[in-house]
């Protein structure tokens, strides 16, 4: 009999040196759960048997547990290292369609062909879909989606609005509007670009010019007018007649508006009077405030703001929409002066602020992953957007899940159910991008543990060398 104990505890101390030489192995692997060789000890006994004389019969291993604790983070220059501190697995699927849940704790993920956030083994990490403001649209396992990260924003947003902020020099020398030529920087005081974009995300420079106008100027009482016009790629865009969105013809405009005050065309003489450019007029008080604005045709525009006409296709050559119009936007405030109007001061022409809302077609320039588990994809365009959320699962009894290989575990009877989760609510740890969880070994230990768990078998060894002895001396009584 006590064979079969020291038979027992030589199985044990070998199963012990297996786990301990499977941890060592795989300190190095990231993601790694070590384990832990969990004995107990045998004894048996009948009905009728004493047990105050009874000896045990040995040793059996119990379980192999893994240990879940955390492992130390290894920081890397890949958004797509993840790991998790806290609770919680990264889900992971082998094929698109399939729900065949593996769950892992090791982060080492990429970018197939697809743009599809894999593993080593190609399985797809899983996250929620997000709504535009980065919230989560459903946090169900059975909703989860793979990760796909687009390598554009989609569609263009064409300009439709442009907010300019400037000051213009009072004591700049006033022009003859009828002589404007952009081509002449004689003929106008100042002029600034902004680049605009199209409905198909194709960029178009646009230029405002602006003029002092010397008639104005020349007036008793003095006035402070200026008259701005605007060109786009070279080409004049005239800004539309409040009342009818038309341009008015410019040969007419004086007619049609008597007062010289309110001719706001330009080039009347300079382009000719059929090629006039129309523009818009700003009024500015004896103290630089910006008080008031006019259309062409001499009609108050009260928000500050003038619409072009329609582009058309003689700038719009590439085959954008042609009815595609730009308003510019001056903030004005008619009751007082504000820091968002133009001014009129006695320093230099300068912009201090111009914006437009048009975007080109954005291609994928980073990717950043909080520790909410949001992946949010930013552009070259300056936009960003919320793709996915990276989900998170957890289980009752982790040790409970069904190990596999690749650093990967199933969910089984044991575990309890799997329950997804967004990262940093709850029970659920924290995702750290550009980081990785390294195995939970501790090398030291694992040595220390080897040299028990030799000195056991060597134990059990000579236990067994004694056992075998004595069987000699009782085969050898004659």
Same mark, same amino acid.
């Given at each position: 009999?006590?064979?079969?104990?020291a038979l027992?505890?030589?199985?044990?101390?070998?199963?012990d040196l297996?786990?301990?030489?499977?941890?060592?192995a795989?300190?190095?692997t990231?993601?790694?759960?070590?384990?832990?060789?969990?004995?107990?000890?045998?004894?048996?006994? $009948?009905?009728?048997?004493? @047990?105050?004389?009874?000896?045990?019969?040995g040793?059996?291993?119990?379980?192999?547990?893994?240990q #879940?604790?955390?492992?130390?983070?290894?920081?890397?220059?890949?958004?797509?290292? /993840?790991?998790?501190?806290?609770?919680?697995?990264?889900?992971?699927?082998?094929?698109?369609?399939?729900?065949?849940?593996?769950f892992?704790?090791?982060?080492?993920?990429?970018?197939?062909?697809?743009? #599809?956030?894999?593993?080593?083994?190609?399985?797809?990490?899983l996250?929620?879909?997000?709504?535009?403001?980065?919230?989560?649209?459903?946090?169900?396992? $059975?909703?989860?989606?793979?990760?796909?990260i687009?390598?554009?924003?989609?569609?263009?947003?064409?300009?439709?609005?442009?907010?300019?902020k400037?000051?213009?020099?009072?004591?700049?020398?006033?022009?003859?509007l009828a002589?404007f030529?952009?081509?002449?920087?004689?003929?106008?005081?100042?002029?600034t670009s902004?680049?605009?974009?199209?409905?198909l995300?194709?960029?178009?420079v646009?230029?405002?010019?602006?003029?002092?106008?010397?008639?104005?100027?020349?007036?008793?009482?003095?006035?402070?007018?200026?008259?701005?016009?605007?060109?786009?790629?070279?080409?004049?865009?005239?800004?539309?007649?409040?009342?009818?969105?038309?341009r008015?013809?410019?040969?007419?405009?004086?007619?049609?508006?008597?007062p010289?005050?309110?001719n706001?065309f330009?080039?009347?003489?300079s382009?000719?009077?059929?090629?006039?450019v129309?523009g818009y007029r700003? #009024?500015?008080?004896?103290g630089?405030?910006?008080?008031?604005?006019?259309?062409?045709?001499?009609?108050?525009?009260?928000?500050?703001?003038?619409?072009?006409?329609?582009?058309?296709?003689?700038i !719009?050559?590439?085959?954008?929409?042609?009815?595609?119009t730009?308003t510019?936007n001056?903030?004005?405030?008619?009751?007082?002066?504000?820091?968002?109007e133009?001014?009129?001061?006695?320093?230099?022409f300068?912009?201090?602020? !111009?914006e437009q809302?048009? /975007?080109a077609?954005?291609r994928?320039?980073g990717?950043?992953?909080?520790?909410? @588990?949001l992946?949010?994809?930013?552009y070259?365009?300056?936009?960003s957007?919320?793709?996915?959320?990276?989900?998170?699962?957890? #289980?009752?009894?982790?040790?409970?899940?069904?190990?596999?290989?690749?650093?990967q575990?199933q969910?089984?009877?044991?575990s @309890?159910?799997?329950?997804?989760?967004?990262?940093?609510?709850?029970?659920?740890?924290?995702?750290?991008?550009s $980081?990785?969880e390294?195995?939970?070994?501790n090398?030291?230990?694992?040595?220390?543990?080897?040299?028990?768990?030799?000195?056991?078998f060597?134990?059990?060894?000579?236990? /067994?060398?004694?056992?075998?002895?004595?069987?000699?001396?009782v /085969?050898n009584?004659?």
């Amino acid at each position: 009999m006590s064979f079969n104990i020291a038979l027992s505890g030589v199985s044990a101390a070998q199963k012990d040196l297996d786990t301990t030489a499977n941890n060592i192995a795989n300190v190095n692997t990231v993601g790694f759960k070590e384990s832990r060789a969990e004995f107990g000890d045998v004894y048996a006994q $009948s009905l009728l048997a004493s @047990g105050k004389t009874k000896v045990g019969d040995g040793v059996t291993t119990q379980e192999v547990a893994q240990q #879940f604790s955390q492992g130390s983070l290894q920081f890397t220059n890949n958004a797509l290292d /993840l790991a998790i501190t806290g609770n919680g697995f990264f889900g992971t699927v082998p094929e698109l369609e399939s729900r065949d849940f593996s769950f892992t704790r090791a982060g080492q993920f990429k970018l197939n062909s697809e743009n #599809f956030v894999v593993n080593s083994n190609g399985d797809h990490l899983l996250g929620f879909p997000v709504n535009s403001d980065g919230s989560s649209s459903s946090v169900a396992l $059975s909703t989860t989606v793979p990760v796909r990260i687009p390598d554009s924003s989609g569609s263009p947003t064409p300009t439709s609005e442009v907010k300019l902020k400037m000051n213009l020099p009072a004591g700049a020398d006033a022009k003859d509007l009828a002589l404007f030529d952009p081509q002449d920087p004689l003929t106008y005081n100042a002029a600034t670009s902004v680049t605009v974009f199209d409905t198909l995300g194709d960029s178009h420079v646009m230029t405002y010019y602006f003029v002092k106008d010397a008639a104005a100027a020349a007036a008793t009482p003095k006035r402070n007018e200026w008259v701005s016009v605007t060109y786009m790629d070279d080409q004049p865009l005239d800004v539309a007649d409040t009342g009818t969105g038309l341009r008015p013809a410019a040969g007419n405009a004086t007619a049609a508006v008597a007062p010289a005050t309110t001719n706001n065309f330009l080039g009347g003489t300079s382009l000719g009077a059929a090629n006039a450019v129309a523009g818009y007029r700003m #009024f500015f008080s004896s103290g630089g405030d910006f008080t008031s604005m006019q259309d062409s045709q001499g009609t108050a525009t009260a928000l500050g703001d003038v619409t072009s006409v329609q582009i058309g296709g003689g700038i !719009l050559t590439n085959g954008s929409d042609p009815a595609q119009t730009i308003t510019t936007n001056f903030n004005l405030d008619v009751a007082n002066a504000t820091a968002n109007e133009p001014t009129q001061f006695a320093s230099n022409f300068e912009v201090t602020s !111009l914006e437009q809302d048009g /975007l080109a077609v954005g291609r994928l320039t980073g990717i950043e992953i909080g520790p909410d @588990g949001l992946v949010r994809a930013t552009y070259s365009n300056g936009t960003s957007e919320p793709i996915v959320r990276v989900a998170l699962i957890r #289980f009752a009894n982790d040790q409970g899940l069904t190990q596999q290989s690749s650093t990967q575990w199933q969910e089984s009877i044991l575990s @309890g159910e799997a329950l997804a989760g967004e990262a940093t609510t709850g029970t659920y740890g924290d995702i750290n991008s550009s $980081s990785l969880e390294q195995a939970n070994v501790n090398l030291t230990t694992e040595l220390i543990d080897m040299i028990i768990a030799q000195r056991n078998f060597q134990a059990n060894s000579r236990a /067994l060398e004694v056992n075998n002895q004595l069987n000699q001396t009782v /085969l050898n009584i004659r």
